[in-house]
T-cell receptor
């Protein structure tokens, strides 16, 4: 059972470049989400989804896009990378409205 | 929005001793879930313990236990017989049982275990 698979683990981007962080889960979880982790700020929600075709914004959505075409996958797109998006990104999934979140291994993204 | 506060950015404990990490939260809801996650240097987020608000009994998992005070909105984590492998960042998290659309995380407590 793979759980939540998040790729890549590390990425360096130049300002203005775009990229997609991949996230897949095999637990049939309805709820999936993306967080960014910055020193002293905990984890902040970027976007989330409660099922295929349904997404919504979290606390810090600017500069990021998501889509949910299947239950399993929830990619995060950076449209035009900025140094302020340098962070560690986590994908997480859970059952809807109850239970704990299961996390991917995280992506350390550096924008230069 | 709910807020979760961890007032101790850093804590240290001697190996084999006991340490308590503090967490308070703000909510007007009566039904919710609380969690403690551990993040070692590997960066992986690992669930340590969970508590359902409707349960009065404090959750325990081996050396880890919580002191859940619903009226005070307090959810502290006690680690007994601390081990070197317990050194990590610990995050407290809240999830509404009503909407459940977001986990709210505290800013974390960095725990150092001294040999």
């Amino acid at each position: 059972n793979a759980g939540v698979t998040q790729t890549p683990k590390f990425q360096v981007l130049k300002t203005g470049q775009s990229m997609t962080l991949q996230c897949a889960q095999d637990m049939n979880h309805e709820y999936m989400s993306w967080y960014r982790q910055d020193p002293g700020m905990g984890l902040r929600l970027i976007h989330y989804s409660v099922g295929a075709g349904i997404t919504d914004q979290g606390e810090v959505p600017n500069g990021y896009n998501v889509s949910r075409s299947t239950t399993e996958d929830f990619p995060l797109r950076l449209l035009s990378a900025a140094p302020s998006q340098t962070s560690v990104y986590f994908c997480a999934s859970s059952y809807r409205s109850h239970g704990e979140a299961f996390f991917g291994q995280g992506t350390r993204l550096t924008v230069v | 929005a709910q807020t979760v506060t961890q007032s101790q950015p850093e804590m240290s404990v001697q190996e084999a001793e006991t340490v308590t990490l503090s967490c308070t939260y703000d909510t007007s809801e009566s039904d919710y879930y609380l969690f403690w996650y551990k993040q070692p240097p590997s960066r992986q987020m690992i669930l340590v313990i969970r508590q359902e608000a409707y349960k009065q009994q404090n959750a325990t998992e081996n050396r880890f236990s919580v002191n859940f005070q619903k009226a005070a909105k307090s959810f502290s984590l006690k680690i007994s017989d601390s081990q070197l492998g317990d050194a990590a960042m610990y995050f407290c998290a809240y999830r509404s049982a009503l909407t459940g659309n977001q986990f709210y995380f505290g800013t974390g407590t960095s725990l150092t275990v001294i040999p």
